[in-house]
């Protein structure tokens, strides 16, 4: 016979009282009897019918959601059929020379497509052929026209983020004229500005397929080949998001915006007397050129009741040519102290010293600081007495 050791909810609701009495004395001999038995017998696991209940609910769950993937996923699909059977109308209708219902289909598809895409980019080089081709081109909607007044109203008004706003409106207004050229010859322009230089170069070329006669189209191209060395700049700076380790050993995280860069971390010290003091780092860096410029916030940690200022710092760097490093330099506060026990006797600074540090490859899964090489980019030295001070 094959016994387990179960409460049933009489017996639980039992021990929960007695336990409560244990402190008065009255339940000690049943806890002691109980937990003998607990002992002596194997424990109940999860019965036969339990476990196939679970096994069904987890096989229930999978099928669920592979169900619902099937379903995003044949959605999908019948989205694109249906776009592409509206290009095709849409081709078809400009190939008879029915330029109105073409401009029409072509105009429902791109409503239903992703901005950016090679689909969207490919339906608005045919509208604008087939505006091209019309004896007169279609006149301009009204939401385009107040799209564009909201845009430029945008752009005059300035303040943060004010060319992305700018964009957001023209792109409304390119959406519902899709042929315009000065449209995206404006929406190109504010997004360079706003420094979203793969967006811009897309509609400076639609600028370029709808008026390839313009008296500035020499200049434009030139401008396309300007932001496509920026855009390849911007995505350098992208590829450094992460976390980084330096040459030192320690790990520093790093957050990009447009060409701002922050970077983050701390190293640790060991001080004579077994103790470890911390550092905090702050580098909020802007790229300018080939190089970055900005400040360092540092912070330390007390030591032995020894309270140090925080500073800023002025700060200059430089990204690798392969984007694969970062190195900066800055100056910064040295401190000597002395304690006695657990009380500061003295801090004085030693002035500010030339301090850098490198990052030099991303951080692979499963690194931590305790696998680095164990030491920090600020040496330590220990003056006799029992006073720290930095080189």
Not at 29 to 58: D, V
């Amino acid at each position: 016979m094959n016994t387990c050791f179960k409460f049933n909810q009489g017996q639980e609701k039992r021990i929960g009282r007695e336990s409560r009495s244990l402190v008065r004395g009255r339940a000690l001999p049943y806890l002691i009897a109980i937990s003998l038995l607990a002992g002596l017998l194997p424990a109940c696991g999860p019965t036969q019918e339990e476990i196939m209940a679970q096994e069904q609910a987890r096989l229930q769950r999978e099928a669920n959601e592979r169900q619902e993937v099937e379903a995003r996923r044949q959605a999908e699909q019948a989205r694109q059929e249906r776009i592409r059977a509206i290009v095709t109308a849409c081709s078809d209708s400009a190939a008879q020379g029915q330029l109105d219902i073409a401009l029409m289909r072509c105009q429902e598809a791109l409503r239903d497509i992703e901005r950016y895409s090679d689909q969207d980019q490919q339906v608005r080089e045919v509208i604008i052929k087939i505006v091209r081709a019309m004896a007169a081109p279609p006149p301009i909607p009204e939401e385009t026209l107040r799209s564009m007044a909201r845009g430029e109203a945008k752009v005059k008004m300035g303040g943060a983020g004010s060319y992305e706003a700018a964009a957001k409106e023209m792109e409304q207004a390119v959406l519902a004229a899709p042929w315009l050229a000065d449209g995206y010859f404006n929406l190109g322009i504010v997004q360079e500005k706003a420094e979203m230089f793969g967006q811009a170069i897309q509609n400076l070329r639609l600028y370029l397929l709808a008026v390839p006669q313009s008296a500035n189209a020499k200049a434009v191209q030139a401008k396309i080949y300007g932001l496509e060395v920026m855009r390849e700049e911007q995505e350098k700076m992208q590829s450094l998001a992460g976390s980084w380790r330096s040459a030192g050993g320690n790990i520093y995280k790093v957050t990009i915006e447009g060409s701002k860069i922050r970077i983050e971390g701390s190293t640790s010290e060991k001080l004579t007397d077994g103790s470890v003091q911390k550092l905090w780092r702050v580098f909020n860096l802007e790229k300018k050129g080939g190089s970055l410029e900005g400040s360092a916030s540092i912070a330390r940690d007390s030591s032995h009741g020894c309270n140090f200022p925080s500073e800023t710092a002025p700060v200059s760097g430089v990204i690798g040519g392969d984007g694969r490093s970062t190195r900066f330099n800055w100056k910064e506060t040295g401190y000597q102290w002395t304690w006695q026990g657990s009380v500061c006797t003295g801090v004085s600074s030693l002035g500010k010293n030339e301090q850098s540090i490198e990052l030099v490859a991303r951080v692979t899964p499963g690194y931590s600081e305790s696998t680095a090489a164990g030491y920090s980019e600020i040496k330590e030295s220990t003056a006799p007495g029992g006073k720290k001070k930095r080189k």
